[in-house]
């Protein structure tokens, strides 16, 4: 079973920059679609971006199109989020998952069986 864990949350102002990084242990996460999700206090759950299992389609939330870029290094077992131009409706835990192999990135929750813990993203105003 392979473990993830998210690291490179922190606090940072509006319009500034954050990388998070979803490190997997265990096993090769390299044929594994991967997405990205977020939750802020006293909401629900949300999607934010997904990536192949190939790295060849991305999808993204249309709150974060444009800002937000998903990347995967399968030689590190590594997907980043890099995130820029923040804003503090941001702010929230965001947890990456890992989901079906050989598959294409995808926004449903229910698709990915593996969640790291979480890493907060807080954003100043």
């Known amino acids: 079973q392979v473990q993830l864990v998210e690291t490179g949350g922190g606090l940072v102002q509006a319009g500034g920059s954050l990388r998070l990084s979803c490190a997997a242990s265990g096993r090769t996460f390299s044929r594994n679609a991967v997405g990205w999700f977020r939750q802020a206090p006293g909401k629900e759950r949300e999607f934010v971006t997904a990536i192949s ?4 389609t991305t999808k993204y939330a249309g709150s974060v199109k ?3 870029t998903i990347s995967r290094d399968n ?3 590594t997907v980043y989020l890099q995130m820029n131009s ?3 409706e941001d702010t929230a835990v965001y947890y990456c ?3 079906p192999t050989y ?3 995808t926004s449903i929750a229910r698709d990915y069986d593996v969640w790291g813990q979480g890493t907060q993203v807080t954003v100043s105003s």
């Open 75 to 77: 030689a590190k077992n």
């Open 53 to 56: 299992w190939n790295g060849s």
């Open 97 to 99: 998952a890992a989901g």
């Open 66 to 68: 444009g800002r937000f």
């Open 86 to 88: 923040l804003k503090p």
């Open 103 to 105: 598959y294409t990135a």
